[in-house]
Every structure is written in C-alpha cells, then in structure tokens.
C-alpha cells in the first residue's frame, strides 16, 4: 500500500515527465523542414518524416482490392528514386474536405498533373491504405473519412517527381495529411531534422548563418508559417554563444528607408527570441538594408544572419 504523502510524490513525478517528454516531442518535431514541392496545409504541424534511398515504389492510380489475400491497387505504376515521407497532423478546426479542396486547387496553381483521386469508400478499405500501402498505423480510420491523391510535378520542376497524399481523419477526430514524393534520380532535397549541434557547428566555421524558415509580414512581425525553432534551439543548446541578428533588406525605397526598415525587422525578431527565453543580452539587432549584398548561402537577397560577436 502505497503511502499517501508518497503517492502525491508519484503523481507529481509522472506530470513532470510527461511534461518533459512532450516538450521533448514538440521541439524534435517543430525542427523538420516542410518539402520545397508542395506547401503544407495552414495550421498544420510535421509529426513524421522518414527517407528512403533508391526503392522501387508502386504509384497507386485505382482503388484498393483483396485478391487471394494480398492488397492490391486496380492500376499502378512503378517508379525507382528517392521517396520522402512526411505526416502532418492538421488543427481540429478543419476537416478532411477543407484539407481535400485546398491540395486540389495547389495542383492547379502549381500545374501539377492530377492522376488519380478518390475520396470516401470508393478509395477501398483505411485499413489497406494505413497498413498495406502506407505501412503507418495512425493513417487508419472510418473509410467515409479518407481521401487520396496522385499527381506528378509540373514540366518546370526537374525529374517531373511523383506525389502522393492522403487525408485520414482518424475515430479519435484527429486529422492526417500524409505525402509520400518520390523523385526519380535522387532527391533535390532532403528533408531531414535541423540539427541544433550541426546548426552551432555551420555558425561557428562561417562565422554567420542566414536563419531558416522566416518571413516578414510588414516589417511588423513573422507571417503565420514562419520559424524560429531552430534559432531558439541554437541559442539554447549553447547558453555562451552571443551574436548579432543582421537583417537585409533590398528593394525600390531610398537607401535610409530601407535602413530603418531593416532595423526594425532585426528588432522585432530580437523581441521574438526574447520573449522566447534567450537571455537579450546575447542578442544585438542590427539593420543594413541593401549595403552588405554578398553572402554565402543560397539566400542572398531579403534575409536575417546569426553572426558570432
């Protein structure tokens, strides 16, 4: 018989460790990279990413069957390359349909060519699709509830990758959106986690690294899709490192303008890492517009530098 004052001690330790492990979860997941292929659904979060090198993968193009005990598509199609997973668990405050129309209308914008879709029963069974096709269990729920849809790049993108996503709402109401891309010849890109230790390292032999997956909104503040988890990681990982946040900025207004304008994006995101636990005293923000154009990253235009005092 467990003791009472010993049984709050438990209850407590439990909350604690779950709390550590779910922040623990939250910040390894907040640091995946969205693919550049496709943008992702608003309010959305990664949960998964896994990659493949070199397999042979069956495109499905027709819905899903049984025959003598093994799942197949009525027409497929096989492709060899690298194929990148990726599950996004979308806010409850969308469903299944929302998350369907507003991929079907990013195929349209993008001149992605749209092979094949289904939506409901006519998909075929969730459960194939989760554990037959997919080999994800959380993609399995009511099959009313499943959408799919394959598509292939447009002519403008190289190799013409192949796409597949499906949209699962599962019993318990929480929403999947999964990509499967498979480009033919090797992947552009990797989509991998953002290392906080490979981010110091970068730092420190360049001296400077331009801060990922930011965007201004009206020098103000970051659009909605920004963020700043790799930066917090960074600076959290290594409390001794202090540096200067250079914000640059080009464009058609007179160079004192653009000036000020960058000044105030180095502010705003200084208050941003602030308000997020970085001690401000490691953080000096600095605008120069249009007067420092060479960098050497890919980024070189509109950007914000990490650079070592």
Not at 188 to 195: A, H
Request: net charge negative; hydrophobic share 35%; charged share 25%.
């Amino acid at each position: 018989m467990i003791k009472p004052g010993l049984e709050k001690t438990l209850v407590v330790s439990a909350s604690l460790l779950l709390l550590f492990l779910s922040s623990t979860l939250s910040a390894q997941t907040s640091n995946f990279r969205d693919h550049p292929l496709f943008p992702k659904f608003p309010d959305s979060e990664i949960t998964e990413v896994e990659f493949e090198e070199d397999v042979n993968y069956r495109l499905v193009l027709g819905s899903l069957q049984r025959t003598r005990g093994l799942v197949s598509p009525e027409i497929s199609e096989r492709l060899r390359g690298d194929v990148t997973k990726i599950v996004y668990e979308v806010s409850n405050e969308f469903n299944g349909q929302d998350v369907y129309a507003y991929f079907r209308e990013q195929i349209q914008e993008l001149d992605y060519g749209e092979l094949f879709t289904c939506a409901g029963r006519e998909c075929g069974s969730s459960n194939y699709w989760a554990n037959d096709i997919f080999r994800n269990r959380i993609l399995y729920g009511p099959e009313r509830n499943q959408f799919y849809i394959a598509m292939r790049a447009g002519p403008d993108v190289e190799s013409a990758p192949h796409i597949a996503l499906y949209i699962i709402t599962r019993g318990n109401r929480r929403l999947y959106a999964y990509f499967e891309v498979i480009e033919i010849g090797g992947a552009q890109t990797r989509i991998d986690i953002i290392s906080p230790t490979a981010f110091i390292s970068s730092l420190q032999e360049q001296g400077s690294i331009v801060i990922p997956d930011i965007d201004f909104e009206n020098d103000l503040g970051l659009t909605d899709d920004s963020d700043l988890s790799s930066t917090v990681n960074l600076l959290q990982t290594d409390p001794s490192l202090r540096i200067f946040l250079v914000a640059h900025l080009s464009g058609q207004d007179d160079v004192d303008t653009l000036l000020q304008r960058s000044q105030q994006r180095a502010n705003v995101l200084r208050q941003l890492l602030i308000g997020r636990g970085i001690d401000g005293n490691r953080i000096i923000a600095r605008g120069v517009g249009p007067l420092a154009p060479s960098c050497n990253e890919d980024v070189c235009d509109d950007r914000v530098e990490l650079v070592l005092q």
